[in-house]
């Protein structure tokens, strides 16, 4: 790893205004993660997680405070330049699968490819990387002839087509059983520690945590610190 974190927040607040209330989101958050890192965050419910994720990808505004993805500052980008640096830098895999059903699952894959003006065949590195994932002998199905392990494990190979620095990841299992839980962390894990994918996931589940290389821990808007 470079010694400049890959993401890097400072002072992270985010306030929601419902009705007269203020509902504070994140406070005051400090976060860096390393290039090469696998990095989950666990929380409860409320916690401020699925915020925090939101605004690492550039989805969401911070009330305040700074994040820089890659040494760039991504809320000094126009909005144009924040979506060109999520197309090329940032890969995205969600708890829903959001895979298109009248495509096959190589169809969802290069659909990625087209949003971002990738163009040309996928190569036989990504190949390796489908066989890796586990779903090489599953590409011509469609969503509805895949169980929702394969399912999202295509979601994960969509996320990585375009080769990106950086995957988020929220809650990747929440819709699956145990099994299919961990057949995608251990897809998760060994894209981490083969191909030095940086990885941050946000969770509930200190189990599907136990595959990082580091756990944190958010309450309230804020990080815990645990011994």
């Known amino acids: 790893m470079t010694d400049l974190p890959i993401i890097s927040a400072r002072g992270l607040t985010k306030v929601?205004?419902?009705?007269?209330?203020?509902?504070?989101?994140?406070?005051?958050?400090?976060?860096?993660?390393?290039?090469g890192e696998f990095v989950c965050v666990v929380g409860p419910s409320g916690s401020g997680k699925s915020t925090l994720f939101y605004i690492l990808g550039g989805l969401m505004s911070p009330t305040s405070g700074i994040v820089m993805i890659n040494g760039k500052d991504l809320f000094k980008m126009s909005d144009s330049e924040r979506t060109k640096l999520r197309q090329k830098t940032i890969g995205f895999v969600f708890q829903e699968y959001d895979l298109l059903p009248s495509l096959t699952a190589l169809g969802n894959v290069e659909i990625a490819r087209e949003i971002a003006g990738v163009h040309g065949a996928l190569g036989k590195t990504f190949d390796d990387i489908l066989r890796l994932i586990g779903i090489s002998s599953r590409m011509n199905h469609k969503p509805h002839e895949l169980s929702g392990g394969e399912q999202?494990?295509?979601a994960i190979a969509r996320a990585i087509v375009n080769h990106p620095a950086i995957l988020l990841a929220d809650e990747p299992t929440g819709n699956l059983d145990t099994e299919n839980s961990r057949a995608v962390m251990t897809v998760l894990r060994d894209l981490n520690k083969r191909?030095?994918?940086t990885i941050l996931l946000i969770t509930h589940d200190p189990e599907v945590a136990s595959y990082a290389n580091r756990i944190l821990y958010m309450r309230d808007g804020r990080m815990e610190t645990r011994s």
């Open 195 to 197: 191909l030095g994918q």
């Open 16 to 35: 929601y205004r419902t009705g007269d209330v203020d509902v504070h989101a994140l406070r005051w958050l400090d976060l860096d993660v390393g290039r």
């Open 152 to 154: 999202q494990r295509v």
